[in-house]
């Protein structure tokens, strides 16, 4: 695999990305780009089809397919790249993400979109998911002081965690005092409970399990693959009442019977989840089976998703402090997954990992795509 | 009869128009409330002197609004002051049910007469064979003289003169009013109540002090300042609603000349009340905002794309939808569905539902959120998912609120606003949920 760092790259176009990006996965494999039978290219908004990474590449004539799932896209890219070899239609294929969203000059995320009616709320990504907050703490009886310490606790981890990775967007602590305080962006959530804009690519080399020992002594398995795209009718059901992903639910089923986990919060040792704020991440620990519906917050607080708790959870600063380049997001998760199980995760090192799980929602409450891995250095 | 206001105190006062409100919305607002869920006005006459668009009508996009089928003709005769006299002319000469809307902003350059003594506000009118009022006679003057005036992409009138302007036009008020008394073989005595409109305050005093008929309710109005197209309609609505049956009331406009009008009330007089106080809810607002609002000023706003407009097509597909707020209501299962679906989200069947008018149904704030870095025209955006009664959710702009006020639980009640302006000048409206206001 390889992955660039994530940031404000003024002086990297997209091009320059995926050029750094796949130049470092050849010199780790060994493999160049030519050798590769076919690609999947990751990105939501930055350029269409193939061309996009066949031009940079100066790929001939190959098959090169552009996927996008909103922030899901970098696991869509992996998500196709695996089922390829699998049903044996290619032996090597490449699955790379990669997106530059720094050269506007907006403030937030900025999704084109279609020709509409003007019937829509026009609202920032925050504010979406601003909505987890009251209906999160009214169901659980969770007061304001707890639920901000909760918050704060999982942005201060992240950015703690990121502050020991130098492929990280920011790397530097920022204490949980500090997050409480920082200004309003919507509802409840501050500055520091969004995560931000960031340029970025990542890539991975993808071959059928039996082949694996051709190209690395290390390689990481995939144990379960699991797609799940809603009804997008959330924000107009009375029934949904904004304090669970049902979609991610959902998911996370399916890929839990693939790899046969029967106890996702002891089976599972590590988690690189989709914390695009922090109260999506408190959500998800539930969501995902790793604490009970309602007490997520409790084991946010007593370090359980800690880099020395029970299972860490993004371990490599998440979208957080790592950045969410949305197409390399999916990559990245697995990148970390990648390094952990080879032992090359340097200071941030699990020890002994089993399973790791990855995991991305695009879209916003109500209305989500959710796609779930789960990886082991265990092919079986 | 009815008529819609807002005001603002202060030393003296006026009414303003919200940052988004204009002339349709404000004449949307009045026509609910004189319309009270009877949709089949043939003809709407709308009048204003502050047109939102111009070529494209408003009163088009006004009756889709409001609810009412295609098939009708609504139009726009505004531009002049005196446009709103037209418009009642027009409506009571149908042969049919008829609706006028008259609706207006005034204001002009800041220090200006038109800021200082102008208004905004609405006022709604329906006609039919079984009026609660009739209209008995109409005396009208016209005059070509150039006394009050202002050209296109203007802020604020003109007058050539004010002493001049309000003098001539006295003139012709007390002079079409003695006529209209003398063809009628009537006298001051026999009239309950005077309604007398002209931009100059100067002349409409003059008239009340000549025809020493009670203009009370008429002067009522008066803290609201001089309504534009509107102002005629606010007066008369105001006076009609606390007349009694069998009362006669004479009417007076100055502009261009002059107009007068003799009603008669009868007993249904009574059921045409709408119950409202002359002064709502109301809140001061300062200078610096009125500015902003007027666009007399403009602030820098947040780093965001421009507001696109609305697609045409696509707003033509979802017309029910987009103009009316029609949502779709299953007839298997019964779930209500906001935007209209063809596909039930609840019991999946397809084409299996009917329109519901969703405009007219309270509804209960579920929850909220602030959001400070969205583009809008008054940020913060404030927005609501609200539960409607009978069943139905949908997630909208909050307006008249205060974000931090916003509760949980709260009621509120749809009205239809501006959105947005786009770069290349369309408006794009839809429908945002207020507080209801607490019946006293």
């Known amino acids: ?380 | 009869m009815s008529a819609a206001f807002r005001t603002n105190s202060g030393r003296g006062s006026r009414t303003v128009a919200s940052y988004d409100e204009d002339a349709s919305t404000m004449g949307v607002e009045a026509a609910r409330i004189a319309l009270k869920g009877n949709l089949e006005p043939k003809s709407l006459w709308f009048s204003t002197t502050h047109p939102p668009i111009l070529d494209k009508g408003s009163a088009s996009t006004m009756s889709a609004v409001l609810g009412m089928s295609n098939l009708m003709g609504a139009y726009d005769v505004g531009g002049s002051i005196r446009s709103s006299f037209g418009a009642i002319r027009m409506a009571s000469n149908e042969k049919a049910e008829s609706l006028v809307i008259l609706s207006d902003l005034r204001f002009g350059k800041p220090g200006s007469d038109d800021e200082i003594y102008g208004g905004d506000g609405s006022a709604a009118f329906t006609f039919s064979e079984e009026p609660a009022v009739e209209i008995i006679d109409i005396v009208s003057e016209t005059s070509p003289v150039m006394d009050r005036w202002r050209s296109e992409g203007s802020i604020g009138s003109q007058v050539w003169d004010d002493r001049w302007t309000s003098d001539q036009q006295a003139k012709s008020m007390i002079s079409v009013a003695n006529q209209i008394m003398a063809k009628n073989s009537m006298a001051p005595s026999d009239f309950s109540a005077l309604v007398v409109s002209s931009a100059s305050p100067r002349a409409s005093a003059s008239v009340s002090n000549a025809l020493k008929i009670s203009s009370q309710l008429s002067e009522q109005v008066n803290q609201f300042g001089f309504l534009g197209s509107a102002d005629l309609g606010v007066r008369l609505a105001w006076t009609l609603e606390n007349s009694e049956p069998g009362q006669k009331i004479l009417v007076i406009t100055g502009a261009d000349g002059a107009d007068a009008m003799i009603l008669e009330t009868n007993e249904k007089v009574i059921e045409s009340r709408v119950g409202m106080p002359l002064v709502g809810r109301s809140e001061e607002i300062d200078i610096a905002t009125y500015l902003i609002w007027r666009e007399l000023v403009s602030r820098e706003s947040s780093r965001r794309p421009d507001p696109e407009a609305p697609s045409a097509p696509v707003a033509s597909r979802n017309q029910e939808w987009k103009f009316g707020f029609f949502g779709s209501q299953c007839t298997e299962c019964g779930s209500r569905q906001l935007p209209p679906q063809r596909i039930c989200m609840k019991c999946g069947s397809i084409d299996q539902s009917q329109n519901v008018l969703m405009s007219d149904i309270k509804a209960t704030i579920k929850t909220f959120t602030i959001d400070r870095i969205a583009f809008s025209m008054h940020p913060p955006t404030v927005v609501g998912v609200i539960d409607f009664d009978g069943g139905g959710r949908f997630r909208c702009q909050l307006t008249e609120v205060t974000p931090d006020k916003v509760k949980v639980s709260d009621r509120v009640e749809m009205v239809y606003r501006l959105i947005s302006i786009a770069p290349n000048g369309v408006r794009n409206y839809f429908w945002k949920a207020r507080p209801i206001e607490e019946v006293l």
């Not at chain 1, 492929?167 to 409970?193: C, M, Y």
């Not at chain 1, 949305?326 to 340097?346: D, K, N, T, V």
């Open chain 1, 1 to 380: 695999m390889g992955c660039t760092k994530f940031g404000d790259h003024w002086d990297k176009s997209a091009d320059d990305l995926v050029i750094d990006a796949v130049k470092e996965l050849s010199e780790s494999s060994g493999v160049l780009a030519s050798n590769v039978d076919a690609f999947w290219l990751g990105t939501a908004v930055t350029g269409q089809s193939g061309l996009v990474l066949s031009k940079p590449l100066k790929l001939l004539n190959k098959p090169v397919t552009r996927v996008e799932n909103m922030c899901a896209t970098g696991s869509e890219a992996v998500r196709n790249a695996c089922y390829a070899v699998a049903s044996g239609a290619y032996d090597l294929v490449m699955a790379v993400g990669v997106e530059k969203l720094k050269d506007s000059n907006m403030t937030g995320l900025v999704v084109p979109s279609s020709p509409t009616d003007g019937t829509s709320v026009d609202l920032t990504a925050p504010a979406m998911f601003s909505f987890l907050v009251p209906a999160y703490m009214k169901k659980f009886g969770v007061s304001s002081e707890e639920m901000r310490s909760a918050l704060s606790h999982i942005a201060s981890k992240n950015h703690s965690n990121g502050a020991k990775n130098i492929r990280a967007h920011f790397q530097r602590e920022v204490s949980a005092e500090t997050i409480s305080k920082s200004p309003r962006i919507a509802g409840d959530l501050n500055v520091f409970d969004c995560s931000g804009i960031s340029d970025g690519a990542a890539a991975a080399l993808i071959c059928r399990a039996e082949d694996a020992h051709k190209y690395t002594d290390k390689p990481m398995y995939v144990r379960a693959l699991s797609l799940a795209v809603g009804t997008g009718t959330g924000s107009f059901d009375p029934d949904y009442d904004y304090t669970t992903f049902p979609e991610v639910v959902s998911c996370a089923k399916v890929a839990y019977e693939q790899a046969r986990i029967t106890d996702p919060a002891t089976q599972i040792s590590m988690a690189e989840v989709h914390d695009c704020f922090t109260p999506t991440e408190l959500v998800l620990m539930e969501d995902l089976g790793f604490s009970e519906r309602g007490s997520g917050w409790r084991d946010v607080l007593s370090g359980r998703f800690d880099s020395d708790g029970q299972l860490p959870v993004n371990p490599d600063g998440g979208l957080k402090s790592f950045g969410h380049p949305i197409g390399a997001s999916g990559l990245r998760m697995l990148f970390e997954m990648w390094l952990q199980f080879r032992g090359e995760a340097g200071a941030r090192q699990i020890l002994n990992p089993k399973f790791g799980l990855t995991h991305n929602l695009g879209g916003q409450p109500g209305e989500v795509v959710s796609f779930i891995s789960l990886v082991s250095n265990d092919p079986e």
